[in-house]
């Protein structure tokens, strides 16, 4: 077998995020966008020692497992994968993949615990090996993931779910009609219109089918990434999925001088005009206009003007309230996210109890709760009644103004939120931590943060990730330094889709005690949803 070769064959699995693995008796190739049990064409790309990367050409065979796409654009729009599986499936596939990853993080942490003990002496080493936790303790439950992570728990809704979409300006076909969607699944040019896209509700379909009408309709020229020319770029949507109130953000270029025989603020007038003439189901709270000129193709902020109301949006999460602007992260699921941070604070408040606790240092009794990566504040929040103070790290300055603002909204007062890079911000707060909640974003915390994170040696570390991968390559260093896994599951967060989010409680000394009773608690209070 070579490159370029074309070749056809059954997907055996699916590792994550979406490569399936095919075998013939060259070795394995990996496709990615495959689903198991299909029988695929595939054309052969990179090659090295039995394992080769191929591009999926065409699904000769569905597998017996699928059923009709609700969607148009399935296989085409880069957005959802595994939408013709049934949910129970999905929700199966990802549950293998975590714990593959999970594991393969473990393992892995084992053997650099002993290659630490290699280098010890007789002594050292016979310690090590009667220590709970230790290398001669090969039933301990942290080394199996079986033992510790509890399943994925599923989207309560998996249709209409997002509360955050951002849409793209461009034409489907070179030189065609104005569309705004996703881009094209392998594509960095070409957009699959989303009018009829299922994981948002029917005021996003709305307003995207009137927003490419009404430019379309006035000869509105997209930007060309090539050329770098061109008007409208993005179309940013967030919708609270429990307040209902709608935030648009219109994003386009400064170059004013293409827009067709009009000024710009008629334009802007205009649509906004034409939105409010919408009969939507939600609020619309407020429609901003945001300048970008940046080459790269993402929503960079370069000044922001409201159109029309406020602008933020707020959404209601497990009886707090928070402020939402344009640009904070908040989780694209209120749905899930409510699961996800009733775990965690179901975890956080177990570990924190007296019992399991011993001594704490601070004069109150309760600890001193690190949040990095915090965002708009939300888990500080939530977790702030067991909390003697929270500190919470977020690098984008709007969601720090944010979170400040739903701590007085939520009257939390024991919550302080610092704006800053989690790696410089660290060596400047004077209060250590007694627990740490790690958010970081999808590549996972900086390489060389985490070793002044471990420096803090807290008895607990809460880390939640949205790309399991990430927390696979974490896991390891938590274990050299002596973390183990005592809880975890996953939320699926991102119906459809390959993501998943991951939530693991870590803990340093006495490996285990409380295990059973946190999965006990963490299953009853789930039962409401």
Known sequence: MKKGDIIEGVIEEVSFP???????????????????????????????????????????????????????????????????????????????????????????????????????????????????????????????????????????????????????????????????????????????????????????????????????????????????????????????????????????????????????????????????????????TGILHTKCDSIADVVSDEGTEILYGRGYFEESLLGLKFVVTPFSFFQTNSYSAEILYTIARQYITEAVKPEQRGTVPNEAGRPVIYDLYCGTGTISQLVAPVARKVIGVEIVPEAVEAARENAIRNHVGNCEFITGDVLKVLDEIEEKPDLIILDPPRDGVHPKALPKILDYGVQYILYISCKPTSLARDLPVFIEAGYRPIAGTSVDQFVWSANVETIVLLEKGNFCRHLKAAKHSISGVLQRF
């Open 18 to 284: 979406n490569r399936g693995i095919l075998r013939n008796d060259w070795g394995e190739i990996q496709v990615k966008n495959a689903i198991q049990g299909q029988k695929v064409r595939v054309r052969v790309g990179k090659k090295r020692a039995k394992k080769a990367e191929a591009t999926l050409l065409e699904v000769v065979e569905p597998s017996p497992d699928e059923l009709p796409s609700p969607c148009p654009q399935f296989g085409k729009c880069g957005g959802c994968t595994y939408l013709t599986l049934p949910y129970d499936k999905e929700l199966a596939l990802k549950q293998v993949q975590v714990m593959r990853l999970l594991q393969a993080g473990l393992d892995e942490g084992r053997r650099r615990l002993a290659a630490q003990s290699a280098t010890r002496d007789a002594e050292d080493e016979q310690t090590l090996s009667s220590e709970p936790g230790g290398l001669g303790h090969l039933d301990e439950p942290w080394m199996h993931v079986t033992r510790w992570f509890e399943g994925i728990h599923a989207s309560p809704r998996i249709f209409g779910f997002r509360n955050k979409m951002e849409f793209t300006f461009g034409d489907e076909v070179k030189d065609g009609p104005l569309t705004l969607g996703m881009h094209r699944r392998g594509s960095y040019h070409d957009i699959c219109d989303a009018g009829e896209c299922v994981i948002v509700d029917s005021d996003y379909r709305q307003i995207v089918n009137e927003t490419r009408t009404f430019f379309a309709d006035r000869s509105v020229p997209f930007y060309h990434r090539y050329q770098q020319e061109g008007y409208l770029r993005h179309l940013l949507v967030r919708k609270a999925s429990h307040t209902g109130e709608i935030l648009i953000d219109l994003v386009t270029t400064s170059q004013t001088g293409v827009l067709p025989g009009m000024e710009e603020e008629t334009l802007l007038r205009d649509y906004v005009s034409c939105i409010q003439d919408l009969h939507l189901e939600g609020e619309l």
